[in-house]
């Protein structure tokens, strides 16, 4: 009996205990090793070190010769993917640039030949090489992170070369430090949570942020399925919600005022709600450690339908051409904003302010859909198992503030909000905008139990069923800014109608577009075409529409290149648009001289006729065409 001895595994899917003697041969060890994992034969390596020093070889030594004793730990590795093992047992280490595995060195994940599924799902979880994550990710993963301080006169009794406990530099997630910030910063950024995690002794070994799930987990073959049974290995665990201590996006910024008023001039003009996706870009926030900032450079209005106290969303045609024109513009969707907006005084020009303390900020409705977008608009992690966690989707809302003018709040949902919406356990309460409802289970769902905490009049926690939920509890407020000195990626001084206002008598097309070129007659051609909206018109537009042709002139208005924009003014298609628009301005000026006496317009025929532009065939008595609304000759 006391030549028995247990050894120690570790391996990328945790550790395991391995029976053994101490006269039993390395061989056969090795043997026990691969059964107990799974693996073949030939596809590991163990080291007596975790550093791959000391490899055991399959030999006929005894395990006492190689000096493996009774409770020592041994380290498992794939040695078909040598570059894998080692990054997945150390993830991170924050202070270089090689914290994070890159998307080169991990190519080799898919190649290894081990047959053990929860081994394997964990190698493609950190290093699969689809997982390509944002620029801007890429780059905050590189940075140091600390926080330097300067040496204080009056505690440091040191040179200044030297450092001690009231100079040395922080670490970006020092909570002490954000909360003496003015304002003080209530969550840490997303990057210095993942400092956070990977810091310490341990350097963060197989750390992995795990996307939360409200379903059974599906290929239970113990049961029959729900709801006949079920079971605690596919039975999805209860939830207890937590206020979430970081955030993806760490403040939004307006890239100018105009951006922001002309989309708040629908409401001004008709008292209806409006709603907009921001296109525009991530980049560093530099006020906090490792912070991340959604620079907001245009809105875009989706085909909706607003009343003073709703909105609907109707289908958009145009949104993959959006999608693509913003990606050659080097932009992306980054968010959305909707108004809540009632006027007060019109004399004064003062709205209600309704979203405080004693209401709510968000609805348990427009939590849901933020979830929706937020579900939509995933961010993609190397960390996950799932390729994805979080996302970096903002959400700004246009209401009245405490001094009654408008103001701008940025919001996110959690992470937890997400996996509740995703999984449709989420439901809004009827007369309370401020409470949600988790759903109970139903033949044909199971829901878990959601739980939140509260603390009751002696200080005692207390936990209580979300049924119903205050919806405080989901939501990550983020500050929303203008620069002090604007900033203008679309730099037109000139205003093109905005895309689906045809309830303002606002349109898009060639008489527009007419109108658009003559005010602009003065300014270079590039400062013409920088207009989001015009150029999505360029190339959505039934008459004339651009698609691959406008290539040039987008990069044109993405490196403000003027001589690009001049080639492309010579080029077939915008002489063709010129003809066009002459051809409208032409026809405008002959209605202009029959309203003051002039010349008479010809007499409409009594037949059908066909558009010489589009071939639409038009009433009789009509001198523009229905459908492109050019002129008849």
């Known amino acids: 009996m006391a030549d028995n001895i247990i050894i120690r595994v570790q391996s990328p899917e945790g550790m395991k205990k391995i029976a053994s003697t101490k006269r039993e041969t390395a061989a056969a060890f090795l043997k026990k090793v691969a059964k107990e994992f799974g693996f073949n034969s030939n596809g590991f390596s163990i080291y007596l070190n975790r ?131 003015d304002p003080p910063v209530k969550h840490m950024s997303f990057h210095a949570y993942i400092r956070k995690l990977t810091g310490g002794a341990d350097k963060g070994k197989f750390v992995a942020l795990e996307n939360i799930s409200c379903k059974i987990k ?33 403040n939004i910024m307006f890239e100018n005022h105009t951006t922001a008023d002309r989309f708040l001039d629908f409401w001004r003009k008709t008292g209806s709600q409006r709603m907009g996706y921001l296109y525009g870009r991530y980049t560093e926030h530099k006020d906090i450690p490792l912070g991340i900032r959604a620079e907001v450079a245009a809105i875009y209005e989706p085909p909706q339908i607003g009343t003073q106290n709703s909105l609907e969303l109707m289908e958009d045609p145009k949104a993959v051409a959006v999608e693509e024109i913003a990606a050659k513009l080097g932009l992306r969707k980054v968010g959305w904003i909707f108004t809540d907006l009632l006027s007060e005084d019109t004399r004064k020009g003062t709205v209600r302010y309704s979203r405080n303390k004693d209401s709510y900020f968000l609805s348990a409705e427009e939590c849901i859909t933020v979830g929706h977008f937020q579900n939509q608009q995933a961010n993609a992690c190397r960390l996950s198992p799932d390729g994805h966690f979080g ?55 199971y829901v878990p139990d959601v739980f939140y905490k509260d603390t009751d009049k002696f200080g005692n926690d ?37 895309e689906n206002r045809e309830a303002l008598g606002e349109t898009q097309d060639f008489h527009s577009l007419a109108t658009y070129l003559s005010q602009c007659s003065s300014s270079s051609f590039l400062d013409i075409v920088s207009d989001f909206h015009l150029l999505l018109f360029l190339v959505t537009n039934e008459v004339m529409p651009l698609g691959d042709s406008i290539g040039l002139l987008l990069d044109a208005v993405k490196t403000s290149n003027e001589e690009l924009a001049q080639t492309w003014k010579k080029s077939e298609q915008w002489a063709t648009i010129e003809q066009l628009c002459s051809t409208v301005g032409v026809q405008q000026s002959g209605s202009l001289d029959y309203a003051m006496g002039g010349p008479s317009a010809p007499a409409s025929s009594s037949a059908m006729w066909s558009c010489q532009h589009c071939t639409f065939m038009n009433q009789p008595g009509t001198e523009l065409c229905e459908m492109c609304s050019l002129p008849r000759s």
């Open 391 to 445: 996302s970096k989707f903002v959400s700004v809302v246009a209401t009245g503030g405490p001094d009654n003018q408008v103001h701008f709040e940025g919001y996110q949902v959690s992470n937890q909000c997400m996996a509740l919406v995703r999984d449709e356990c989420l439901l809004p309460c009827r007369d309370a905008p401020e409470l949600g409802y988790a759903k109970e289970s139903s033949t044909e769902q």
């Open 51 to 181: 550093n791959k020093t000391g490899e055991i070889l399959s030999q006929n030594k005894a395990l006492s010769l190689l000096k493996i004793k009774h409770g020592d730990m041994l380290f498992l590795y794939p040695s078909s993917s040598p570059g894998t093992s080692s990054e997945v047992m150390d993830v991170a280490s924050p202070h270089s640039s090689s914290s994070l595995p890159s998307t080169s060195s991990s190519s080799s994940a898919s190649s290894s030949s081990f047959s053990s599924s929860s081994s394997s799902s964990m190698l493609r979880s950190h290093s699969s090489p689809q997982i390509q994550e944002d620029e801007i990710d890429q780059f905050l993963a590189k940075q140091e992170g600390k926080i330097y301080r300067n040496r204080d006169p009056q505690l440091c009794r040191h040179g200044p070369m030297g450092k001690c406990v009231h100079c040395v530099p922080l670490e970006p997630f020092d909570e002490d430090y954000l909360n003496h910030l």
């Open 218 to 250: 599906s290929g239970c073959e113990g049961h029959p399925p729900w709801p006949d049974g079920i079971c605690t290995k596919c039975q999805p665990s209860a939830i207890t919600l937590n206020r979430q201590k970081y955030r993806h996006v760490d």
């Open 462 to 498: 207390i936990t209580h069923l979300a049924r119903p939920l205050p919806v405080e509890y989901l939501i990550i407020d983020i500050t929303t800014t203008f620069p002090k000195d604007p900033q203008y990626t679309f730099s037109s001084s000139q205003r093109f109608p905005i």
